[in-house]
């Protein structure tokens, strides 16, 4: 194992209580979702098979683009296997070296971390869903991918507009006509077809704005907005985002500019102006008003 952090921690398997992690996670992989998957996974089914974790590989990256659990969820995730056993099994497509995990790449994760612990044999095996090689294809199975991730994961929102984007295009070329594509997508994944569409435009996006979406910084409709921009324009608002004023209105005119320059200047926080300006209270007699005003007004005109 790395000599960074251990990713087991063995004292956490001490007395484990009988909380929480099988709690969150019986909360997660039960919950009720509107998404729904075309593939009818029925992961209570009977034909469940026991399959050595030396023969699983990983799907490739372009398929799963998905991030790891966090280390905090990856060690819940043990311990509730530890205890619990595993409540939902993988789903794997047999090739001809082995099977290609679509489903479950954290739990096989986890199985081969408890067996090189503990060394029970137990853990060699993982309960699986085998499709058989003939029983889907490469598109069929690449959105088995997503859709089971759509519906169990806490997704990021690059994640989000990927599933969406790989679902277009299969969709898209499946659909009859009159469909609508995003329509489509919208009901299997339980979500507004205007959301669908948002995400779509997301394409073009630079990634570095995906972390700002996540952050909170910026959200989907200023995204869409920063999207519309050149790529290059949105580089430079990318390099200077802490001294952007990032503003929906403020965005949807920096696409009148045809100038970097002149949309940065649009956007840019002006603090040092602001800095600047302070606060006067000044007591005048009732019958001096106009008079005073008359000259405060005539100042103005020349700041």
Known sequence: MSTKKSIINKDRFKN????SAFDKEKRQENRKENAKSRFDIDVFSNDISQIDINKLISAPSEWNF???????????????????????????????????????????????????????????????????????????????????????RQLTTYEKTQSILQKYVRIKSEKKKGEKTRDLIANQLGISGRMVQNYLSLNMLNSGFFELIDESVINIK??????????????????????????????????????????????????????????????????????????????????
């Open 16 to 19: 484990l209580s009988g909380m």
């Open 66 to 152: 998905y991030s790891k659990l966090p280390e905090e969820k990856f060690l819940e995730l043990i311990e509730s296997i530890e205890k619990n056993s595993l409540l939902h099994p993988v789903v794997l497509w047999e090739k001809n070296d082995g099977y290609m995990i679509l489903s479950g790449h954290n739990r096989v994760r986890a199985y081969k971390a408890l067996y090189e612990m503990t060394k029970d044999e137990k853990y060699s095996k993982i309960p699986a869903i085998v499709k058989r090689k003939d029983d889907i294809d490469e598109n069929t199975a690449r959105e088995i991918i997503v859709d089971t991730n759509w519906i169990q």
């Open 222 to 303: 200023m995204a869409v907005l920063l999207a519309k921009l050149p790529e290059e324009t949105q580089k430079l608002i990318l390099k200077n985002k802490d001294d952007i004023n990032f503003d929906v209105n403020l965005l949807k005119k920096a696409s009148e500019f045809n100038k970097d320059e002149e949309i940065l200047e649009l956007l840019r926080k002006d603090e040092k102006k602001e800095d600047e300006l302070i606060t006067l209270k000044v007591k005048i007699r009732k019958d001096k008003k106009e008079e005073f005003m008359k000259i405060y007004r005539d100042w103005l005109k020349t700041v």
